[in-house]
């Protein structure tokens, strides 16, 4: 038997609020389980995408799914199997919550209330905290990380909480070298061992690529949609990029150059 898609649009466009077309005539299909990457240039609807089929913007024309659940009827369902990491957290930096905090809120705000922390919790949040380098610091207050710790603290989270399908939207951006390359590490090491999908939104598709199993080239609609290798097309680069984007072939890689994203490589 076939296993139920991870992700599929039919015909799906999107409103920005002032009334744009963020995304139309976006159809497309990803079998599970999947590392997948949704890539594009600043604007090219990608958030967008995430937050339609998480349910939190409502189509304006056509459907997706996520797992066979309907984003716009079943989004309920979606958040209970979906660990969610936005691309700006709205944890309120003014607030003194600490690290130990904001990581067992990923366990938290998945029981049904009253909510209280068990020792399990507390055991699978440390954890979360060690496979990103940073359960030394479960006692130390969020807002005094740097921007790099608190993205991995906020990975941490999406780890200790449970679903079948992590979702991250630019966790690399504004993140130093090291933390970049440990939440790679990381998110490649949990796909494998685990049973759980990885849909990350990037702009830059080098530092995950070789971990990345489907790629959806974005430009406000579908321009392309395959493996890494494929989709680092001097055709496709061009359509999304503009004539400035460049393919360079070196020792079996494949780089694009872009203006906006820098280099993007896959092997």
């Known amino acids: 038997m076939a296993s139920v898609p991870l992700l599929e649009a039919q015909n799906l466009a999107v409103r920005y609020p002032n009334g744009e077309l963020a995304l139309h005539d976006v159809s497309f299909q990803i079998q599970s389980p999947s590392f997948m990457a949704i890539i594009g240039p600043n604007g090219s609807g990608k958030s967008t995408l995430v937050k339609t089929f998480l349910g939190l913007i409502k189509p304006f024309r056509g459907s997706i799914k996520v797992n066979g659940y309907d984003s716009l009827k079943q989004s309920g369902k979606i958040r209970k199997i979906v660990r969610y990491v936005p691309q700006r957290d709205r944890i309120e930096l003014t607030v003194p919550m600490k690290v130990k905090d904001i990581v067992l809120m990923g366990r938290l705000l998945k029981k049904l209330p009253p909510r209280f922390t068990s020792s399990k919790d507390i055991r699978i949040a440390k954890d979360a905290l060690e496979q990103v380098d940073m359960v030394d610091l479960w006692d130390r207050p969020f807002p005094e990380l740097s ?121």
């Not at 971990?211 to 493996?227: A, P, R, S, Y």
């Open 147 to 267: 921007g790099g710790q608190r993205q991995r603290v906020l990975v941490a989270r999406a780890l200790a909480s449970e679903g079948s399908i992590l979702v991250l939207d630019e966790p690399l951006a504004g993140t130093d070298v090291e933390s970049q390359d440990l939440i790679v590490d990381v998110l490649g090491k949990y796909h494998k061992e685990n049973d759980v999908s990885i849909v990350m939104v990037t702009h830059d598709l080098n530092p995950i690529h070789t971990l990345v199993e489907d790629v959806l080239l974005l430009k406000n609609t579908v321009i392309g949609l395959g493996e890494p290798c494929s989709i680092m097309d001097p055709e496709l680069m061009k359509k999304v990029y503009g004539p400035t984007a460049r393919i360079v072939e070196h020792s079996g890689h494949r780089y694009c150059m872009t203006r906006d994203s820098g280099i993007d490589r896959h092997d």
